[in-house]
């Protein structure tokens, strides 16, 4: 499993590549800052049960035969990995 930072929370706000609003306090934030403890886990793909990073490429996995990108955000049929 991949580190969680800032760009993993539910409660980011991002406003560009780099940076992001937390909607908690309501600072500025670098979006690969790390985890405060408020951090709320986001739904995406890499989070989900379904996902299977790729042998080849860290970076780019498979969702039921597609392949995804760890970082996208997760679709309706989201199940935490435990």
């Known amino acids: ?3 969680d930072k800032c760009k ?3 409660n ?3 406003r560009d ?3 992001g609003v937390c909607i908690i306090s309501k600072e500025t934030v670098s979006i690969d800052a790390p985890v405060c403890e ?3 886990r986001a739904n995406k793909c890499k989070y ?3 996902y299977i990073v790729s042998e080849k490429d ?3 996995g498979t969702c039921d035969g597609d392949m995804v990108y760890p970082d996208l ?3 309706e049929d989201f199940t935490p990995a435990e």
Do not use: E, Q, R, T
């Open 17 to 19: 590549v780099f940076n």
């Open 1 to 3: 499993m991949m580190c």
């Open 58 to 60: 860290p970076n780019l």
């Open 48 to 50: 989900c049960s379904k």
């Open 38 to 40: 408020k951090f709320l």
């Open 73 to 75: 955000g997760g679709c």
């Open 12 to 14: 980011l706000s991002a």
């Open 8 to 10: 993993d929370c539910a």
